[in-house]
């Protein structure tokens, strides 16, 4: 066994005058291996790991019997030895790339900075090392990259660079604070064996995710935090295994990967709806009967932009169909032109060419004037519910005003039946949707949705946003709902857990053309395509 | 937490009543005087503003004369209350007038589609080009002093500013998720105009002719100063400077006092202009 480059006992933190959001955590990480922490949103975990760095904030009052950093203990330390710390000591890489690192200044100086500070490097030495750091982490062409600004990198380059800044001192340990979400999973699944290759090198990584998936296939132990207390803990293979503590068999049961179309994500609801739902659930119509024609129909669409110089194809002849009751999950990495065709489908933007029709009848061809009295029967829900709101309307306003959009009755009983529909309290009708959390916004947006009895929903990334329990109790949502009112769905993700849980049909986009359509058992059993079996081997699974 | 429960510190964040700051109670309390001064100045004054009497004249301020006595020995303080209505409705008339072109170029810029924008955009640069003051003398050699011209030339010469600031919001607020969504529930052009757009985007501009109002005055001031505003014996601040002026080694009063009130008018509207600034940032 090596020495622990981490190892902190009864670490406790809170904010004010306020309860303690961190209680009596224990950590251990030893040279050469990966802890992950896992949990929901508002458990914890980003406030333990800054207080490891003494970065939980102004205000902030960190107490522990024990905080061994980098071989010292760290209790009480310094602003000043916290420096000495950082960098040389641990690492950190955090979520989001774009903000971290300076917009002005090229990756080269931001990676460079520690080795110059800590190691009173010259800026040609720093520069050359680097390159090498860059080429370490995989970065296509090192020695240009190491030039450009993180505005001119993609999601997944601006990760590894980060990566590459938090390695640049080689510290006995690196901290990940949700390194790898928001990104495709390609990439997602290149960062991981960055961390791991890291980790393989001696270095201790701690990672921290609200995705037990994707830290299982790095992750050596396991740590499950709750309402910032630890529940469980234990090799990784023995807490997926066998989950002892609630909460970690929520955080299994919501990866949607491998579980099988209209099974519900939530145990708990399983359970309960368990012997009543064979008898309620109406039957799915039957497949494609002849005498239906298809909900919403895309035949030979194409649309391009033009941007700087160039043109950009985002969507070239694609063709889909979606029956009602039926989903198709379209699925492809960020700028494959998923969102381009959604604006298609909702009649937001013209195709150069093809048509796209409303059961039978056209739509695209039609002027917005003629559009506008039918739009009722089409609806979509965004990934960002937030910035779908009106940010001076409160929830009974914005769902009133689908209500009028839709030609409904507007009431206040019609009000309470949307958001009964979607299993928000109420109460939250008079309230700003400020003051509601990630999974209740985005249940608002549904209602809103649904306000116009649509029969056919466009869901562009509905759930990306969202943290993993929460993206199952929303997933279970959208099946219950589609079941009840028939709804055809075009449900659009970069996930293909998701899209595999959710769809009928499936269509894998790259570069604006469809290069895999067909039933979705047969896609994710016999992928066609290199490119769908790469997605489908990258996307993050229980082991 | 689960997803159903609401979050109650993002409730108590909103609902929370913060105490006002000092600044704004005094702030107030100041506008609340030029209120009154510009309604019914009679409340306030302590003198005819306008009686001469030759032997009181030049008197340093003292409690028969707060503000002390002018070359005529007519009441300072007195004066400074009648002119605060003549100010203020040059500054706030100035504002609305510039606040109104900005208005119709911004929304012709910012709604109007590409070639509009494009026109508006390099007349606004143009516009631009000239210092504001410069602008103001053009229309005043063009029509002649006096208040109605100084106030029409004040609000043309700050309207680019509103009108570039004005068609930034309007794009911004039109290609915002909020929009888009209406459009997909079915709502029409100009409904989504009225209740979304509009709304969102002049929010902002309220803040920002709060904040105008104080320039606007001082512009005007300025202009009354170069004699090209007010004409004295009319006791508008800016005139009042100009009047003070010779004077200025030997009675300081008469100076000071006006060009107080001009500083104080100025800051209780920035003053004014930040709370509201906060109160909108904090509901965003």
Redesign the interface.
């Known amino acids: 066994m090596t020495a622990p480059v981490l190892e902190v006992r009864g670490l406790s933190v809170s904010f004010g005058a306020g309860r303690d959001v961190v209680r009596g955590v224990d950590l251990m990480v030893e040279a050469g291996t990966c802890v992950a922490i896992v949990g929901?949103?508002?458990s914890g975990k980003s406030v333990t790991a800054r207080a490891l760095l003494g970065l939980a904030g102004a205000g902030a009052s960190v107490r522990a019997d024990r905080l061994v950093v980098a071989g010292a203990d760290r209790r009480g330390a310094s602003e000043r030895e916290w420096r000495r710390t950082r960098g040389v000591g641990a690492g950190l890489v955090l979520q989001d790339a774009l903000v971290s690192l300076d917009p002005l200044r090229s990756i080269g100086r931001e990676i460079g900075d520690p080795l110059r500070i800590h190691r009173r490097m010259s800026h040609a030495a720093a520069r050359t090392r680097a390159i090498e750091l860059l080429e370490l982490v995989g970065m296509p062409h090192p020695s240009l990259t190491v030039d450009r600004r993180s505005g001119e990198l993609s999601g997944g380059m601006r990760q590894r660079a980060l990566i590459a800044s938090a390695l640049a001192l080689d510290p006995p340990l690196l901290i990940a604070d949700e390194p790898t979400t928001a990104l495709d999973v390609g990439v997602q699944a290149r960062v991981l064996a960055l961390l791991d290759e890291a980790r393989a090198r001696g270095t201790g990584v701690l990672l921290i995710s609200h995705d037990l998936a994707v830290v299982s296939r790095i992750a050596d132990t396991v740590v499950v935090l709750d309402d910032g207390a630890v529940v469980e803990t234990g090799p990784t293979a023995e807490i997926l295994g066998a989950p002892r503590h609630p909460v970690t068999r929520a955080l299994i049961d919501a990866v949607p990967t491998d579980v099988p179309r209209g099974a519900r994500l939530v145990v708990r609801d399983r359970q309960a709806a368990a012997p009543a739902e064979p008898e309620s659930d109406p039957p799915r119509p039957p497949r494609s009967g002849p005498a239906r024609p298809p909900a919403i129909e895309g035949v030979g669409l194409s649309k391009s932009f033009r941007a700087g110089g160039g043109t950009t194809h985002a969507v070239q002849e694609v063709s889909f169909r979606v029956d009602p009751g039926r989903t198709l999950g379209l699925v492809g990495e960020s700028g494959s032109g998923k969102t381009t065709l959604a604006r298609l489908a909702?009649g937001?933007t013209a195709p150069d060419a093809g048509e796209v029709r409303l059961a039978g009848e056209p739509w695209t061809p039609l002027p917005e004037r003629d559009r506008?009295?039918?739009?009722?029967r089409?609806?979509?829900v965004?990934q960002?519910a937030f910035?779908?709101?009106?940010?001076?309307w409160n929830v009974g306003r914005i769902l009133r005003?689908?209500l009028v959009?839709?030609q409904r009755e507007v009431s206040n009983a019609a009000v309470t039946a949307l958001l009964d529909q979607v299993?928000?309290?109420v109460d939250?009708a008079s309230?700003?949707p400020?003051?509601?959390?990630?999974?209740?916004r985005q249940?608002v947006a549904i209602a809103?949705a649904l306000?116009?009895s649509p029969d056919v929903l466009v869901c562009d990334e509905p759930v990306s946003a969202?943290d993993a329990t929460?993206q199952a109790?929303?997933l279970d949502l959208f099946d219950e709902l589609q079941r009840v009112h028939g709804l055809a769905m075009l449900f659009i993700s970069h996930d293909l857990g998701v899209i595999r849980h959710m769809s009928d049909t499936v269509a894998v986009m790259r570069n604006g053309r469809v290069i895999e359509h067909g039933d979705a058992e047969r896609v994710f059993t016999a992928p066609q395509h290199e490119v769908t079996a790469a997605l489908i081997r990258d996307s993050p699974r229980i082991p | 937490m689960s997803d159903l429960e609401l979050s109650n510190r993002a409730v108590s964040g909103r609902t929370l009543p913060r105490p006002p700051r000092a600044g704004t109670v005094a702030a107030f309390a100041f506008v609340a005087f030029l209120v009154v001064a510009t309604i019914a100045p009679g409340l306030l004054q302590t003198a005819d503003p306008t009686a001469i009497a030759p032997r009181d004249a030049f008197e340093p301020p003292s409690t028969a004369h707060w503000f002390g006595t002018d070359e005529s020995g007519r009441d300072v303080y007195s004066r400074v209350v009648e002119g605060t209505g003549t100010s203020l409705l040059i500054g706030v008339s100035a504002t609305a007038i510039g606040l109104a072109l900005g208005l119709l170029l911004g929304a012709l810029a910012g709604l109007g589609g590409r070639v509009l924008d494009f026109v508006v955009g390099r007349v606004n640069e143009v516009l631009f080009a000239f210092p504001g003051i410069l602008l103001a003398l053009l229309v005043i050699v063009l029509w002649g002093p006096g208040p109605v011209t100084a106030t029409i030339a004040v609000g043309l010469s700050t309207a680019p500013g509103y009108a570039r600031i004005i068609r930034g919001e309007l794009v911004t607020v039109r290609s915002s998720g909020f929009v888009e969504a209406a459009r997909v529930l079915g709502h029409g052009r100009w409904r989504i105009l009225a209740r979304h757009i509009l709304p969102n985007a002049l929010a902002p501009i309220v803040v920002l002719a709060t904040l105008g109002i104080g320039q606007a005055v001082v512009w005007a001031s300025a202009l009354s100063y170069l004699g090209l505003g007010a004409q004295p014996p009319a006791p508008e601040w800016g005139a009042m400077l100009a009047a003070g002026r010779t004077y200025i080694t030997t009675a300081w009063w008469l100076t000071v006092f006006p060009g107080l009130m001009i500083v104080l008018t100025t800051i209780t509207t920035t003053v004014l202009g930040r709370a509201l600034a906060a109160r909108d940032g904090a509901r965003r």
Do not use: K, N
């Open positions: 929901e949103s508002g909702l937001l506008r009295t039918r739009r009722s089409i609806a979509a965004y960002d910035g779908s709101f009106d940010p001076r005003d689908a959009a839709g299993h928000v309290p939250a309230r700003h400020l003051a509601l959390s990630g999974g209740q249940r809103r306000a116009g969202l929460v109790r929303v």
